[in-house]
C-alpha cells in the first residue's frame, strides 16, 4: 500500500486499520470457443498467451470499466481481449492465436485486515507426527493388523437423491493412523462417486485429539495453507466474523493432528490438477446451545453440490441400528444427536450433551435445506 502511487503513504498508526478486497477465483471454465459465454457482474475474464496470464479482469473491474455502456460490456472487454492478443485483428472477429486461451472465473470476496497480509503462513506437519505415524503403521504391519479386512464398515457415502451426486464422506478420525487409506482409495477407483469433479470446496470436519476447544475451532488469519492445500480465506474469515468460533492459536493448531490425519481421505475425492479450497473445522467440547449456533452457519453449505464434507466418525453408528427417524423430527433441534455424559462439576449425577463431529454433523444435515433429498448411498 505504502509503495501505490495512486494513494498518500498511509500513517503506521493507520496500517492497522486498512482493510483488503481478498477474491478467491473458482469455476473457471475455458471459453476461447464460445467468447460470448459469460455473464458481466457474475464473471470475471482470465486471458493468457498459454504460458502467463496476460489480462485478468475481476467481475466489479468489469462493471466499472463498462459502467457508461453496460450492454456492450461483452463486446468491450473481448475487444481489449482481442487488441492484447493481436494488433492486427478485427474486432468484430475474435479468434485468439494458437495455444492462446480464454477463461470465464466466478469469485468469492471477503475481507482481509492488511497487517495480516505479508504473514500468512503454510500450516506443515511437524516431524513428530510423522515419527507418529510411521510407528504406528509399522506396528500393524507386523501384526498383520490389515484393519480392512474385516466386515465392519468404516466409511460412508452420502448423497442427494437429484443425480446422485456425492455429497459428504464419513470417514474414520484415525484418518492416515488407522492404515485405512488404500481401503477408501481402491473403493473410489472401483466405483467413483458422482459430481466430485465439480467440488470446488472441501469442509474437513473432525473431532480433537491433542488440546482442548470450547465449542469448534477454525486457523487463524495468518494460516493460508494446510500442507499442499489453499485454505478458503474468504469464508474463514466470515466465520471468524461470526464470533461462534474459537480461533486456534499457532501453536495449538500445530499441534493438532486429526485434520491432518483426514488429509489423505481428501487427494483420493478430487482430480490431481483439480481446483478446490478446504474448510478445517475442530469439533471440542460442545453443549446443545452453542451446537445449534454453528448448525445454523453450517448447514445450508450443505445444498451446493460444489461443497464436499468430510466427515471423522464411527460409521458403524450409522448402520442397522440407527434411527434414521430423527433426521426428519424438526422438534428436538441438535439434542436428537447427542450422547450423555456426566457432569463432574457440581452433580455428578447429572449428565448433559456432548458432541462429536459426527453428530454435529447429523445435525446440520437435519437442519439442512431439502434434508430429505440426502441418503446414505453407500456403506464400505
Not at 52 to 77: G, H, K, T
Not at 104 to 117: A, D, K, N, Q, Y
Not at 307 to 320: K, R, S
Amino acid at each position: 500500500a505504502a509503495k501505490d502511487h495512486r494513494f498518500p503513504t498511509p500513517a503506521p498508526a493507520d496500517v492497522k486499520d486498512i482493510v483488503a478486497q481478498v477474491s478467491l477465483l473458482r469455476s473457471f471454465a475455458d471459453i476461447s470457443e464460445s467468447p460470448l459465454d459469460w455473464t458481466p457482474g457474475l464473471h470475471g475474464i482470465w486471458y493468457s498467451d498459454g504460458q502467463q496470464p496476460q489480462l485478468v479482469y475481476l467481475p466489479q473491474a468489469v462493471e466499472e470499466l463498462c459502467r457508461d455502456d453496460p450492454d456492450n460490456a461483452v463486446q468491450r472487454i473481448l475487444s481489449m481481449v482481442q487488441r492484447r492478443a493481436s494488433s492486427d485483428a478485427e474486432e468484430e472477429d475474435f479468434r485468439l492465436p494458437e495455444g492462446h486461451v480464454l477463461y470465464r472465473f466466478e469469485t468469492t470476496s471477503g475481507e482481509c485486515p492488511i497487517s495480516t497480509l505479508p504473514l500468512l503462513q503454510t500450516r506443515t506437519i511437524v516431524d513428530d507426527h510423522i515419527c507418529q505415524l510411521l510407528f504406528l503403521k509399522a506396528a500393524r504391519l507386523k501384526l498383520n493388523g490389515a484393519v480392512g479386512g474385516n466386515d465392519t464398515p468404516r466409511f460412508a457415502l452420502l448423497s442427494g437423491t437429484e443425480k446422485q451426486l456425492g455429497r459428504a464422506m464419513i470417514v474414520p478420525t484415525e484418518g492416515a493412523y488407522g492404515d485405512f487409506e488404500e481401503l477408501f482409495h481402491a473403493e473410489l477407483r472401483r466405483d467413483p462417486p458422482k459430481g466430485l469433479q465439480q467440488v470446488r470446496r472441501i469442509f474437513v470436519i473432525s473431532p480433537v485429539w491433542d488440546c482442548f476447544i470450547d465449542g469448534c475451532g477454525i486457523p487463524e488469519q495468518r494460516c493460508a495453507w494446510y500442507g499442499n492445500f489453499a485454505l478458503d480465506i474468504p469464508l474463514l474469515e466470515e466465520l471468524r466474523s461470526s464470533k461462534v468460533f474459537q480461533v486456534l492459536t499457532v501453536d495449538q493448531d500445530q499441534r493438532e493432528r486429526s485434520i491432518e490425519a483426514l488429509l489423505p481421505f481428501i487427494r483420493g475425492c478430487v482430480a490431481q490438477d483439480q481446483k478446490f479450497t478446504l474448510v478445517p473445522i475442530l469439533v471440542g467440547g460442545l453443549m446443545t446451545e452453542k451446537a445449534q449456533e454453528y448448525v445454523s452457519l453450517l448447514s445450508p453449505y450443505l445444498a451446493d453440490p460444489e461443497n464436499l464434507f468430510i466427515v471423522g466418525g464411527d460409521v458403524e453408528t450409522l448402520t442397522e441400528t440407527f434411527d434414521w427417524e430423527r433426521l426428519s423430527d424438526l422438534s428436538g433441534g441438535p439434542e436428537r444427536f447427542m450422547i450423555e455424559a456426566p457432569k463432574f462439576v457440581n452433580r455428578a449425577d447429572q449428565v448433559v450433551p456432548i458432541f462429536s463431529a459426527l453428530e454435529l454433523f447429523l445435525s446440520m444435515l437435519a437442519a439442512a435445506p431439502k434434508r430429505e433429498e440426502f441418503l446414505l448411498t453407500r456403506y464400505w
